[in-house]
């Protein structure tokens, strides 16, 4: 799955840009993950230290530290036969950082003159050198 397949994660209390969201129109804001087990007012701003801490206001899972919780969800969703665990790797940004961290740059050129492109295309050699 990915962006643009339908699939919407919206969660107001503990992300910035989705509390900003729900502010604006006037959205409820329900906080899952409590610092120490106690609430904070997510109507001030959103909780977004939510790597660690504990599930509240989420059923089945109240009470479970984030990654226990996620495990116990991952589990459910696999029995029911409606998920499973997979790991995504996004390398998209790994080349162009390796390049900029070995030096061997690329250029780009926007060519809108058709004489210019063919004596770019004869010449490669001397345009693309380094």
Avoid: C
Avoid at 92 to 105: A, G, H, K, P, T
């Amino acid at each position: 799955m990915s962006y643009g397949t339908g699939a919407i994660m919206a969660v107001p209390a503990h992300d910035e840009r989705d509390w900003e969201f729900a502010k604006k129109f006037n959205l409820p804001i329900i906080q899952v993950v409590a610092k120490n087990g106690e609430e904070v007012d997510v109507n001030e701003a959103a909780f977004t230290d939510v790597a660690t801490g504990v599930l509240i206001n989420s059923d089945f899972i109240n009470g479970l530290e984030v990654k226990e919780a996620k495990e116990k969800m991952i589990e459910f969703l696999t029995e029911k036969g409606i998920g499973n665990a997979k790991v995504n790797y996004k390398l998209r940004d790994w080349v162009f950082s390796r390049q900029r961290y070995w030096e061997s740059l690329f250029q780009l050129f926007i060519v809108t003159n058709v004489a210019m492109f063919q004596l770019m295309r004869a010449n490669f050699h001397y345009f693309f050198q380094r």
